[in-house]
């Protein structure tokens, strides 16, 4: 193999055992993943779960307690040898909240603004911010101030800024998280294309799924310091790898199962979910996903089970319900759709799809 080959293969990112704790307190525990050339990793979990932890060490703003930070193939740090680069080494270019564009400079000295710290000629930094801003289609309006642009051309002197460096991976850190929504969501789809024509490497982060499906071919589900599912978006949709990755995603109601008589009920009443040949085997409890697809409203005669409506939201072409099912301590409200008008306090007849049912194992 030639060189040039085996240094296409080196991964934009390796993280082997990474672990961050401040004093006692364990953040980050213990994360192994490797990221592609050419891809984006979005980092997507609860507040407090250790995104921006991550996002940092990679960064290099701090220091792993265990394991190593690999970037494009050279190591960043190994908590075992102390082997250190420091940020300004690591050819990374950031992204933050709110783009944090200089309000009084030009688009073109926003984008010029690191290489000119970095002390690059002027000649060289002319070239180089042409270029940047080239590739995001900003060259017409390199001489306007940020505050004369769009949200998404400001979005594009930003990345302009942050791959004017020629950086080996970019770092997003909640980039749209102050912006309402429907701005995000355009702004999340030109972001998609964008880093998609490119073809950078980047890592971003967000505690909004829809944006993390948008932009990223790759999804790391995070929780309390440790990555519980990396896969990308339509396989964490379709198979989630526990409970709490779909309790997170919110993919359906997660409910107790129990064997009653070999078939599987929602547990403590007596309404049967599947089969015992369809649910997991060699179990007598388990947990269960009722997806809104599992669940479909139905003329009483044919319904399996029969709850009372509690919340019904008018969504355009259906009304999506939440129904109580069971009663007292038994009690669970379980997420489905009606094309027909359906009102709080009626009581609707629910069919069960066993093919809709994703099991999980007891806790
Ligand atoms: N300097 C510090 N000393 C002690 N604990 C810290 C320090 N910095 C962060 N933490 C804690 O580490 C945990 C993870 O923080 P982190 O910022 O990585 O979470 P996050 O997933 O990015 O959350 P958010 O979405 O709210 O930004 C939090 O509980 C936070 O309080």
Redesign the pocket.
């Known amino acids: 193999m030639s060189t040039a080959e085996s240094s296409t293969e080196k991964p934009a990112i390796q993280l082997r055992d990474l672990a961050l704790s401040?004093?006692e307190?364990p953040?980050?525990r213990g994360v192994t993943l490797d990221l592609a050339r050419g891809r984006t990793l979005a980092?997507l979990?609860?507040?407090?779960?250790?995104?921006?932890?991550?996002?940092?060490l990679l960064a290099g703003l701090l220091f792993p307690t265990r394991g190593s930070v690999s970037i494009d193939g050279r190591q960043m740090a190994d908590a075992a040898t102390g082997s250190f680069v420091p940020p300004e080494r690591r050819r990374l270019g950031m992204v933050f909240q709110d783009y944090a564009l200089w309000p009084h400079m030009s688009v073109a000295g926003n984008v010029a603004f690191p290489l000119e710290m970095a002390g690059i000629g002027r000649t060289e930094i002319d070239r180089r911010v042409k270029m940047a801003l080239d590739r995001v289609g900003l060259t017409d309006l390199a001489a306007r101030i940020p505050g004369d642009l769009s949200g998404g051309q400001q979005q594009r002197v930003a990345i302009a800024r942050a791959i004017v460096g020629e950086p080996k991976l970019v770092l997003f850190d909640?980039p749209l998280s102050n912006l309402d929504r429907e701005l995000r969501e355009s702004l999340a789809v030109d972001l998609a294309q964008l880093l998609s024509d490119l073809s950078m490497s980047a890592v971003y982060?967000t505690?909004d799924q829809g944006e993390a499906f948008t932009i990223a071919d790759e999804v790391a589900v995070?929780q309390r310091?440790r990555i519980i599912q990396l896969s990308d978006p339509q396989s964490l949709v379709e198979a989630p790898a526990n409970a709490a990755v779909a309790e997170f995603l919110k993919l359906g109601t997660v409910v107790e199962a129990e064997r009653q008589g070999g078939d599987w009920a929602l547990a403590g009443t007596g309404i049967r979910l599947a089969m015992g040949s369809e649910g997991p085997a060699d179990a007598n409890r388990a947990r269960v996903m009722l997806g809104r697809k599992a669940l479909r409203v139905c003329p009483d005669d044919r319904a399996q089970a029969s709850g009372q409506v509690v919340r019904a939201l008018f969504r355009g072409d259906f009304y999506a319900l939440s129904v109580a099912l069971g009663d007292g301590a038994e009690r669970v409200e379980v997420e489905t759709v009606s094309e027909l008008r359906r009102t709080v306090g009626d009581r609707v007849g629910l069919s069960i799809e066993p093919a809709g049912l994703r099991w999980f194992p007891a806790n």
């Open positions: 401040y004093g307190t953040i980050l980092l979990g609860p507040s407090g779960c250790g995104k921006t932890t991550l996002l940092r909640e982060v505690h995070m310091g």
